[in-house]
């Protein structure tokens, strides 16, 4: 363990680690010195690529692993199964970034069943419960963890048309964090939520084309997010100065902290 390296001998645990926000995770963490175990769900090849790349340019141990939320538990790419092929590559995880979630249908409040915003909730919490709970007596056994959510600022009310389900999805792991931090952390483990404003990547990308420009325009930062912005925050709460963060939900917006409501913005189509 060096200060450029500060997370040599480390391994971490990226789940929906192919692309986007966990792509740039895994590639921050690796270039710390840390093991990489990437999850994936349907993009396969993209993950194999990766995990190749940052064995060959930080010479770290890098595995690609399936993994899909809403298959039922005993499946091999399930929560329980993802565990046990993390006890076959590593001796144990010492940072967990939970960016994996189940997809949701974009719709409206009078349009949501009540069965898919259930499975949407069920489904990314009972997952991350999992994780966590078989990640985190490893890491206080050996004095060090960090557990870090993968959020939104659609868990603070509403923004984009549709995010009914994933925003009260996000809320609810907020709130999971908080409960986690009291009675699943000690001295050296954490666990907190990071709470993304608007980021391009493929998941945003179903917006209207009307809506990035005026979220850069409404941002402090004077534009909006991309996956690096992301994976900084994740860096930085590895580090042993951030030991004392712990049970908080951090918003990664550029300054924009409040939702902003695009149904109520008459001049955005």
Known sequence: MTAQRPLSGRT???????????????????????????TYRSARDAADELALRLQAEH??????????LTVPDAAPESASGLIESVARLATGVDILVANAAAPYPHAPLLELPAQQLAAKVGQDVAATHRLVTAMAPGMLERGYG???????LHAEGPSAPGMTANGVTKAALAAYARYAADELTGPGVTINVIHPGYVATETSSHLPPAIPPVLAALTPSGRTGVPDDIAGVIAMLTRDEAAFLNGACLPVSGGLNQPVSFRRLRSVN
């Open 12 to 38: 971490a645990l990226v789940t929906g680690g192919s692309r986007g926000i966990g792509a740039a995770a895994a590639r921050s963490l690796a270039a710390m010195g840390a093991g990489v175990i990437i």
């Open 59 to 68: 010479e770290v141990p890098a595995h690609a692993v399936p993994f899909d």
């Open 146 to 152: 960090r557990m870090i959510l993968i959020g939104s």
